[in-house]
């Protein structure tokens, strides 16, 4: 199962919105809505900020937001701030029953 | 409060074997799925297994098949991730991450524990 395909790196300004995707197969991205998104800052345990390709778990901020068309899922960051500068990964289920995770996107605030 | 608290850093030479604990805490244990995902040094998130809330249902990625081991102890609320024939390539943090059953998302993260491979 290769890693998700997503870019090695965005930035954007504070205030400026940015996105990242993630690209599958039919095989997991494309056959599930099981998509989910993490934060991960350095020295800390990985963050669940979007689940079900979309849905935010209570107390995470409205400012990420998630969609998928095809093989293909987004995560948007709108209104960034400094505080949203970390490695952002996509997961997938499989059609496998395995887990996928994508390569990672490091997000730089400018 | 909810917490996942694994076990110490490691240190392995290679061919050797290591177990990493995951105790959980501050929920019922037997009511969710635990996953294992490691990071190596410069590396992203890889998803290394499960074990189901039964206790005894195991999927581990095609990679790891033959390598590792998962298992649970319901007297301990503890999971272990047991990996095998380790390589430098192994050396990672090792994190153990909760999954509600059928919700297929990882919604708490034990705080990872160190594994580092050398001779």
């Known amino acids: 199962q290769s890693a998700l395909t997503q870019p090695a790196s965005v930035s954007g300004s504070p205030g400026q919105s940015i996105t990242i995707s993630c690209t599958g197969t039919?095989?997991?991205?494309?056959?599930?809505?099981?998509v989910s998104w993490y934060q991960h800052h350095p020295d800390k345990a990985p963050k669940l900020i979007i689940y079900d390709v979309s849905k935010r778990p209570s107390g995470v901020s409205n400012r990420f937001s998630g969609s998928k068309s095809g093989n293909t899922a987004s995560l948007t960051i709108s209104g960034l701030q400094a505080e949203d500068e970390a490695d952002y990964y996509c997961?997938?289920?499989?059609?496998?029953?395995?887990?996928?995770f994508g390569a990672g996107t490091k997000v730089t605030v400018l | 409060q909810m917490q996942l608290v694994q076990s110490g850093a490691e240190v392995k030479e290679p061919g050797a074997s290591v177990r990493v604990s995951c105790k959980a805490s501050?929920?019922?244990?037997?009511?969710?799925?635990m996953h294992w995902v490691r990071q190596a040094p410069g590396q992203g998130l890889e998803w290394m297994g499960i074990i189901k809330s039964d206790g005894v249902t195991t999927v581990y990625a095609q990679k790891f098949q033959g390598r590792v081991t998962v298992t649970s102890d319901t007297s301990t609320n503890t999971v272990y991730i047991e990996l095998s024939s380790l390589r430098s390539e192994d050396s990672a943090f090792y994190y153990c991450?909760?999954?509600?059953?059928?919700?297929?998302?990882?919604?708490?993260w034990g705080q990872g524990t160190l594994v580092t491979v050398s001779s």
């Open positions: 039919s095989s997991d991205v494309g056959s599930y809505n099981y």
């Open positions: 997961n997938s289920f499989t059609n496998s029953g395995t887990y996928v």
């Open positions: 501050g929920y019922t244990f037997t009511h969710y799925h």
């Open positions: 991450a909760r999954e509600s059953p059928f919700t297929f998302n990882f919604d708490f």
